[in-house]
């Protein structure tokens, strides 16, 4: 049975008409729901910690921005849009000791609850509301009148806990794409694996692996990047939009014959084998031990190999290569950890 998709004829932006929001961190997520929400013509807050270089940057956007114990005391639902690794102390110092009885904890993904390394008392409401899609994507289909599909799930919480959820989704336009139920656990072992297995760690290796087989065979390294990376979003795109047999319509006999055929060779069964052993490891607490310990000790092996992966030779031939193109949006690498 499909599952039941939310609009916005069942939420209810009232919900939230007298309440206070406070949005704890003004990072991806934090500021787009934060500007979503106050387009909505609800009351949001900001909660940073003293010295954030984000205080000027939400300031300038019209917000009241106080540190986060006072974001806590004076909301009745708050949004805790920090960094997984960084939730369990901002929880310990700043939200445990200003929780009160009714308050809701909404989050917009379940590592922390699902993992326990955030463990809120049980005379709160505890939501998620996930947007399928970054921040600054959330924002822009707002301001266009559209809005990014997402997802909602129920922790613990009386009643009021789904209604809060759902009108907190219809306030940063998602309804208006379509919401989804599920629950902590399965958003979390799901948005981990896809992370892990496809969408970054898979894609990334994968291009990389086939740009370097043909530098290594004597091909120009410009050539292996337009066939392994710049044409990837061609074919990213068509399959967004039309699935996987929509993008095959739209491709030549010659490529789809390589697609059906060869494929399967690449990624074959023992690939399958290996993503079974990532989502046991994502399942059992085991990726999230290790990245939490990872995080506790200081990040290093993390930033190693984010600098090598900034070394790679299919970097500096992008950056020459995507500079040809004035139409395409450039972003730099800021650094290996992203500032909130």
């Not at 300038?60 to 939730?87: C, H, M, S, W, Y």
């Not at 390394?117 to 939501?127: E, G, H, L, Q």
């Not at 379509?178 to 958003?187: A, D, I, Y």
């Not at 390294?221 to 699935?243: Q, R, S, T, V």
Request: glycine share 10%.
């Amino acid at each position: 049975m499909p599952a039941k998709v939310y609009t916005d004829n069942d939420a209810d932006l009232n919900v939230l008409k007298d309440k206070t929001l406070a949005v704890l961190g003004f990072g991806s997520q934090g500021h787009a729901h934060a500007l979503n929400l106050k387009d909505s013509g609800l009351n949001v807050i900001i909660g940073l910690y003293e010295g954030s270089k984000s205080i000027p940057v939400a300031q300038e956007k019209g917000f009241e921005v106080v540190n986060t114990a006072e974001a806590v005391r004076r909301a009745d639902v708050i949004f805790v849009a920090l960094p997984d690794t960084k939730q369990a102390k901002a929880y310990q110092r700043d939200i445990a000791p200003n929780l009160s009885a009714g308050k809701t904890l909404l989050f917009s993904h379940g590592f922390s609850i699902h993992f326990k390394t955030v463990v809120p008392p049980k005379n709160v409401n505890v939501i998620m509301v996930a947007p399928k899609g970054p921040g600054h994507i959330v924002r822009r289909q707002y301001t266009e009148g559209k809005g990014v599909p997402a997802l909602i799930a129920v922790y613990q919480g009386g009643k009021d806990a789904k209604a809060i959820a759902l009108a907190w989704a219809k306030g940063i336009g998602a309804t208006r794409a379509g919401v989804l139920q599920t629950s902590f656990k399965e958003e979390t072992e799901t948005d981990l694996f896809g992370e892990q297995t496809v969408l970054c760690g898979g894609l990334s290796a994968l291009v990389q692996a086939g740009y370097e087989t043909l530098v290594e065979a004597g091909y120009q390294p410009e050539m292996a990047y337009f066939e392994c990376l710049h044409e990837l979003k061609l074919i990213a795109d068509l399959m967004n939009e039309a699935g996987i047999s929509g993008m095959r319509f739209s491709i030549s006999e010659t490529a789809k014959w390589g697609d059906v055929s060869v494929g399967p060779k690449i990624i074959d069964p023992s690939v399958k084998k290996r993503m079974k052993s990532a989502l046991k490891d994502i399942q059992t607490g085991k990726f999230a031990k290790g990245w939490i310990s990872e995080y506790q000790g200081g990040y290093k092996k993390y930033n190693a190999l984010l600098k090598k992966g900034e070394k790679h030779s299919i970097e500096k031939v992008g950056v020459r290569l995507r500079a040809m193109m004035p139409w395409m949006q450039k972003r730099k690498i800021k650094g290996a950890q992203a500032a909130y």
